[in-house]
């Protein structure tokens, strides 16, 4: 499976952003997606999960009430909408694939989209 992420950008400080990654391969449906995130001098974090399904979904707290992750099986693709938007969600956004829900476990990785909030 190959992921691109796309759809960052610079935005106001409670304003809102929907990423997009959209998968190559017949197989995009069997697998569990995520969105991670990675700050300027900080490791890489988990931000929310979906299930191959789209049933099931982990949120961190942190983003909990304001991300919204989605996915659509007939185009390969899992969105992520961010509302209420805060400079600490200030990241470049990774998308990937895993066997599984999960905050640990991925095999695959797209390549990132910035994502920019201003205060």
């Known amino acids: 499976v190959q992921l691109q992420a796309f759809g960052g950008g610079l935005v106001q400080a409670g304003g809102s952003l929907r990423l997009s990654c959209a998968a190559s391969?017949?197989?995009?449906?069997?697998?569990?997606m995520g969105w991670f995130r990675q700050a300027p001098g900080k490791e890489r974090e988990f931000v929310v999960a979906?299930?191959?399904?789209?049933?099931?979904?982990y949120y961190v707290d942190s983003v909990k009430g304001r991300f919204t992750i989605s996915r659509d099986n007939a185009k390969n693709t899992v969105y992520l909408q961010m509302n209420s938007l805060k400079p600490e969600d200030t990241a470049v956004y990774y998308c990937?694939?895993?066997?599984?829900?999960?905050?640990?476990?991925?095999?695959?990785w797209g390549q990132g989209t910035l994502v920019t909030v201003s205060s």
């Open positions: 979906i299930s191959w399904s789209g049933v099931s979904t």
């Open positions: 391969g017949r197989t995009f449906s069997r697998y569990a």
């Open positions: 990937a694939a895993g066997p599984h829900i999960s905050a640990y476990e991925y095999d695959y």
